[in-house]
């Protein structure tokens, strides 16, 4: 089972959408017995495929309203420099995301904090102590009208 067929594909689709689907339900919308379903989700978080579910969290009810995208440029582009970097985003709860990308900067991040004075906080005493930082430009976010996240 190693190729995404059409039924792991739809498998994958539903479970995306509401990871808290009872198997019956699961296999009703996709078409499969009960058991070929439950064999082929299992087989699939073997795989690695599924590796894990997540609740969508309304952020302004719990606190952490105030998103913004953030751009960060090194000033080195040494590996001991990037994992330094990844280390102190690993450790600032602020940061739901840390992705290391190509092009005019070194890394994105998705910041999730109650307010504009948290946020400030966060770039002043986070991302203003890192020696290794040299450029940070953030991005509020005004509104989402899609997103997939699951």
């Given at each position: 089972m190693g190729d995404i067929d059409q039924s792991n594909a739809r498998i994958l689709r539903e479970l995306s959408r509401n990871g808290r689907l009872s198997n019956l339900e699961l296999a009703d919308?996709?078409?499969?017995?009960p058991s070929?379903?439950?064999r082929r989700v299992q087989e699939l978080e073997r795989q690695g495929?599924?590796?894990?579910?997540?609740?969508?969290?309304d952020r302004a009810r719990s606190g952490a309203g105030f998103l913004v995208y953030v751009t960060v440029g090194?000033?080195?582009h040494t590996k001991a420099a990037?994992?330094?970097f990844e280390i102190a985003m690993a450790g600032a709860t602020q940061v739901r995301e840390c992705h290391n990308v190509a092009g005019a900067f070194e890394y994105l991040l998705r910041v999730e904090v109650a307010d504009l004075p948290a946020y400030k906080h966060f770039h002043a005493e986070v991302l203003g102590t890192l020696p290794m930082v040299t450029s940070i430009t953030t991005y509020v976010v005004m509104e989402s009208p899609k997103?997939?996240?699951?």
């Open positions: 919308r996709i078409g499969l017995s070929a379903c439950l495929v599924i590796t894990g579910y997540r609740a969508i969290i090194l000033s080195t990037q994992l330094a997103d997939e996240r699951g």
